[in-house]
């Protein structure tokens, strides 16, 4: 255990919270396809159409739900968020229970879900940086999203083994168990945080505040560039992640258990990541190991349209380590970034105004992977969808990351060249 989930209660209360959160999500990822495929004998594209649902509220509500966070206290959104997910998941099984589950409820309650998880989000990584120093930063978003990428080997591997034990709606049981864990948890926190100061005089108009997000997120190169790169490449993944339990049980032919423990398997690239990321962003600077993360590690996606019985399904744990591992490396640096280059006023709506763009090409990359295991089978689709991964990268390799060493630590004040040093008199070290 860090030392940091040591010596902080409250941190470690928000540890557990979202760890059991992540861990419920990892089991509704395995599950939910399976109850689709298995119990409503949903085709291709309708399994791609559930996938999408449960990122499409960030389209819907994304950027207003990020002035709603910079406006109030963060605690209760979450709070909220995790009872009305409680609620959700709690429904599925009694409804299923009294014959009354189809697709169409189904797809609303992924919809209502993602709702609930835009707000929990956008909410829990404006609220971290109001409970930990800066200097604690780093370390916290190493520990939480190792302990994420743990909970999503344990909750995938659980998921198939539940699965195939008491059948796919009732795995969904175990997301609601996960949630009133990460409600109580969130309870126990002591910490007060402020209420956030805004602009003083009368209240500004929600569109004026969301277009402030925006312009952010535009006219900054580096929010830019690492949006752009975000944008296409969940894009990719999804599109490819939203076909995996299709192919995995159609075209491979593996059991349900069988998904869930190749799954589990792959997923332990994330806590690979997890721990590598600081070291990586020691040694070579945190714009280099950006590059090493999203461009280097994703190419091994090329394996995974490989898999088959046997000692085949190595091409799938080899490929999907690797992607694990660069996405949740990448992730913490970007994350360190935001939080210390942002200002802390405009936080939720930079998070909000990313996350509108990066997380909205995810319905799309999974109506796109549904359209194209539809048209072309699941395997030509999964090679054409894995090879946007490391082609996504290329935003990065051509942008202003690969000329420096290290990404600024803080946003340039007006009419001073945002390359000069910043104001804690460090500047990013030119690249060679």
């Known amino acids: 255990m860090s030392g940091l989930l040591r010596r902080d209660r409250d941190f470690r209360l928000l540890w557990c919270g979202e760890t059991s959160g992540k861990f419920g999500a990892a089991v509704t990822h395995v599950a939910m396809p399976l109850v689709a495929v298995s119990t409503l004998h949903a085709d291709t594209f309708a399994v791609g159409l559930l996938g999408a649902c449960g990122w499409l509220p960030w389209l819907l509500i994304g950027l207003p739900v990020g002035v709603w966070v910079d406006r109030t206290r963060r605690r209760p959104l979450m709070l909220s968020a995790a009872a009305l997910s409680l609620t959700l998941f709690a429904a599925v099984p009694v409804l299923a229970w009294l014959g009354g589950l189809g697709l169409g409820l189904l797809i609303v309650v992924a919809l209502l879900a993602g709702s609930a998880s835009v707000v929990f989000q956008t909410a829990y990584s404006a609220y971290l940086p109001t409970l930990l120093p800066p200097a604690d930063q780093a370390e916290g978003n190493a520990a939480l999203h190792g302990s994420a990428s743990a909970a999503q080997i344990a909750g995938q591997g659980a998921g198939g083994l539940l699965v195939q034990l008491a059948g796919a709606v009732n795995g969904l049981a175990a997301q609601a168990a996960t949630f009133l864990v990460s409600l109580l948890c969130l309870l126990g926190i002591r910490h007060r945080e402020p209420r956030p100061t805004g602009p003083t005089g009368a209240p500004r108009a929600l569109t004026a505040e969301v277009a402030e997000g925006l312009r952010l997120v535009a006219g900054d190169k580096w929010f830019r560039t690492l949006t752009l790169f975000g ?202």
């Open 231 to 432: 944008a296409s490449s969940n894009l990719a993944l999804m599109g490819y992640q939203s076909l995996l339990v299709v192919f995995l049980v159609r075209e491979v032919g593996l059991s349900p258990g069988a998904v869930g423990g190749l799954l589990a398997l792959a997923g332990t690239g994330g806590i690979a990541g997890a721990f590598a990321a600081r070291r990586l962003a020691n040694r070579l600077g945190t714009a280099r190991a950006m590059l090493v993360c999203e461009l280097v590690l994703p190419t091994g996606a090329l394996l995974i349209p490989l898999t088959g019985q046997g000692a085949g399904a190595l091409f799938f744990a080899a490929g999907s380590f690797c992607v694990s591992a660069g996405v949740v490396a990448g992730n913490i640096v970007k994350a360190g970034f935001q939080q210390r280059y942002c200002p802390p006023a405009l936080l939720g709506r930079l998070v909000a105004s990313t996350s509108f763009l990066n997380y909205g090409t995810l319905p799309l990359g999974a109506l796109l992977g549904g359209a194209l295991g539809g048209a072309l089978g699941p395997r030509p689709a999964m090679w054409i969808l894995t090879a946007g991964v490391p082609l996504a990268a290329l935003i990065l390799l051509f942008s202003p990351v690969r000329r420096v060493r290290d990404l600024p630590l803080a946003r340039p004040e007006a009419g001073r060249n945002p390359d000069t040093p910043g104001r804690d008199g460090t500047a990013p070290l030119p690249g060679r």
